[in-house]
């Protein structure tokens, strides 16, 4: 993968028609069709570049878990919009919180929710032994690192003879499967329709290992999936975003068409409300794509995705997501940080501002803003 992500920018944008042509053919050999699964703007990027190089397959998102201004450009797109099947609220109450990382969410999971099935893993999770299925390793990758296991490790205090702390609340990575993973699963079971993805390498953690190890395309018995910017860096989706933005404005009749086909085109009485083209498909969130250096970059978010997910939030600078949250809307970083959930035990409201506050993370304050020259009233001799 590191060689193709050192391609120049015009071979990986070429690879990437070929990859998305294998994929289609694929589909019509297996009599399976195919669709674009959109979110930020590296999805939207792909469906315009979808367009553009002729394959005309339809978009769907879970549109309401993005940003405001995403919404906007999706629905410009004529992207067909599904629903959750938990709203975020019965997720963060019934679920849990998807904090630190998706792995280590999902096995601070399986502690707070014991069985006899998952009594070996429980194990291996506050030891780092593994059972037989383990071949009784010792030190694995499944323990817990020490930081987390201090606060979350304590509902195996009895049975390890250990003394760590428990949170006040509960912890999930399955927040995705409830907000879009089944929604879209459903629609692409349907429709018997298979997805390309904006997924890119470069962007670490799982999908890396995934686009490594499986490569653009893949063809599995039961997954088969596309993703054509596999080897893409920053600056190349960026770039393609610009270009993009280019075609969709020399192409605005091809949106229209789909967007007459959605039911958001409509009012509740069924009148028709006219299309609108975006001025940008990029959307105001991410601010202006700005040339820094040689390097592109965006002037607002570098990333976005469901402004209720916490995977990673230890990690940022501040400000971070939910400082940003509460500089687009107030109301609602108050109610997230303050009052989205219900202590089961005490009848408290509660949100995120819980959990940051049991991780570490600083956030009720508003952090200082460094001030440069620029921000500084001329002053006149």
């Known amino acids: 993968m590191i060689a193709l992500q050192r391609q120049p920018y015009e071979v990986k944008v070429a690879r990437s028609k070929l990859r998305a042509y294998e994929f289609i053919e694929q589909m019509d050999k297996r009599d399976k069709n195919a669709h674009v699964s959109v979110g930020g703007l590296d999805s ?28 906007r450009v999706h629905k410009a797109l004529g992207v067909t919009i599904l629903k959750p099947l938990k709203t975020k609220v019965e997720v963060l109450n ?9 792995r280590i969410a999902g096995k601070i999971a399986l502690l707070q929710n014991p069985t006899e099935n998952n009594k070996t893993v429980r194990h291996a999770i506050i030891t780092g032994e593994c059972g037989e299925l383990g071949h009784f390793q010792k030190n694995s990758r499944m323990k817990l690192p020490q930081k987390w296991l201090n606060l979350f490790g304590g509902y195996e205090n009895e049975n390890e003879g250990v003394m760590y702390y428990k949170p006040n609340f509960k912890v999930s990575n399955d927040c995705c499967y409830y907000l879009k993973e089944k929604p879209c699963d ?3 079971r349907e429709h018997s329709s298979y997805p390309f993805l904006g997924m890119m390498a470069s962007e670490g953690g799982q999908r890396e290992e995934a686009l490594t190890d499986h490569g653009c395309n893949y063809y599995g018995k039961t997954v088969m999936r596309s993703a054509p910017f596999a080897p893409y860096l920053r600056n190349d989706i960026l770039r393609l975003a610009q270009e993009m933005d280019v075609w969709y404005h020399d192409h605005t009749d091809v949106f229209a068409k789909l967007y007459y086909e959605q039911p958001y085109s409509k009012d509740k009485d069924g009148n028709v409300i006219p299309y609108e083209p975006v001025d940008t498909i990029i959307p105001a969130i991410y601010g202006q794509i700005v040339n820094d250096n040689g390097e592109l970059r965006t002037t607002g978010a570098q990333r976005t995705g469901c402004s209720m997910c916490g995977f990673g939030i230890h990690m940022e600078e501040r400000p971070h997501r939910f400082d940003r949250l509460r500089e687009r809307n107030q109301k609602e ?20 501002g819980r959990v940051l506050d049991y991780i570490g993370v600083a956030w009720e304050d508003e952090p200082a803003v460094q001030m440069n020259i620029y921000d500084y009233p001329e002053v006149q001799p």
Request: negative net charge.
């Open 44 to 71: 939207i990027t792909l469906h315009v570049f979808l367009k553009s190089i002729g394959i005309n397959v339809p978009a769907v998102s879970v549109s309401s878990l993005e940003d405001k201004s995403i919404q």
């Open 94 to 102: 019934e679920v849990g919180f998807p904090v630190i990382s998706k």
């Open 186 to 188: 459903d629609w692409a």
């Open 333 to 352: 970083w108050e109610f997230y940080m303050y009052r989205c959930c219900t202590d089961p035990k005490t009848g408290e409201k509660f949100g995120w």
